[in-house]
Each structure stands twice: as C-alpha cells, then as structure tokens.
C-alpha cells in the first residue's frame, strides 16, 4: 500500500518542493516499468542519481554517462548556474534503464541522453521534464502541487542527512560552493542541529 500525501485544495504549496520518500520512488519506478515508459523511467532514475538542476539533467548527452560504448558507474558535469564540475553515481538500477532506453533509442553517444520528441537535435526543455514529474507523483497519489523537479535533486541528500547528518556530503553531492546554500536547501532546522548535537557522548 502506497502512503498518500493529499491536502485540502484551500492549502497552497509554498518554498522549496518536497522530497520524495522511498516508498514513492519504488511506487513510481514499478508504474514506469508496468507501462513499458522506457524514457520516462531512465529520466527518473538518472535525476535521482545525479542530484542536478533540472536545467542539467535535461542537458545530459550520452557520452556524458558512457565510455568506450559502456555505462559508467560515476558520471561528472559542469552545471550550469555555477559552472563548476559535480560527480554523481550511477547506480545498478540506473544504469539497467539507461541501457534499456538506449537500446530502444540505437543513438550515437553525442546525442542528447533525453531529445525533445519535437525535434530530435533539440534536448528535453526543463518545462517538459517539470510536466513529466507532476504526472510522476500523481501516478502514487501525491499532491502535484508540492513536487517539481527539485523533488528529485533533493530526495537522496534529504535521506542522507537525516541518516547521517553529514551536511558536507550533501554540499558535495549538490555541487553547491557554500555550506550555507546547502542548509538552506536541505531546510535544515535548529531542532536538527540540537537533535544531531545531543546524540553526541564526549
């Protein structure tokens, strides 16, 4: 059973976008797979691995996550908004949908990982990729209105902080350039920092 996050209609969704939690990663990604959306599931896992903006995931050709005709287990891109290069992972079950999507696309590795269907020497427009995520969270009974793009970015370092507390990992796995960026997306509050504090034995 999916857990559902439905709110009044009165209620308006304000800052930062929602985290997905693993039950609606799974819950998206078995949707995805049941309806053959090849595309569409490749899309979700690599956003979910890379932790990039929007603007970067749909910039990715394929080149940037293959080498010598074989995916790669990391992947690193220079970001847009601050021009300095991010590593990310590329997990098992990315790297099985990329491959699934490639073999249905047969492209060469400098075309776009994810084209504009409109026109293939185009890549995805950020506007198309925020569209798809709204029907992504529907699929599980979330409240589109709380997710975007963003969601995705932030899913794996929200899991990490809350496991670890570890707000360096998370400033590295972002790509931001100053901790405080960090803290402010994670929206990590002074409750956090006590709570991170107190289990400390000195």
């Known amino acids: 059973m999916i ?110 990982l994810f084209p504009s269907r409109q026109a293939a020497e185009k890549d995805m427009s950020t506007r198309q990729y925020s569209r798809l995520v709204k029907r992504w969270v529907t699929l599980v009974g979330l409240e589109p209105a709380g997710y975007g793009t963003h969601s995705l970015r932030r899913t794996k370092v929200s899991l990490l902080y809350r496991k670890t507390g570890n707000l360096r990992a998370c400033q590295l796995l972002l790509g931001h350039t100053k901790l405080e960026s960090t803290v402010r997306y994670l929206g990590v509050e002074l409750d956090d920092a006590l709570q991170l504090s107190e289990a400390l034995e000195l």
Do not use: Y
């Not at 005709?69 to 891109?77: D, E, N, T």
């Open 3 to 112: 857990e559902t996050t439905l709110l009044p209609p009165s209620q308006s969704f304000t800052g930062a976008k929602l985290p997905l939690k693993p039950m609606h990663v799974w819950g998206i990604r078995v949707r995805l797979q049941m309806e053959n959306r090849l595309r569409d599931l490749a899309l979700f896992d690599v956003a979910l691995d890379s932790k990039l903006r929007g603007c970067d995931v749909v910039a990715l050709r394929i080149s940037d996550l293959t080498s010598g005709g074989a995916l790669r287990r990391r992947g690193i891109v220079l970001q847009q908004k601050t021009g300095r290069p991010v590593q990310f992972e590329i997990t098992d079950q990315t790297r099985r949908s990329i491959a699934k999507w490639l073999e249905r696309r047969r492209s060469n590795t400098e075309d776009w």
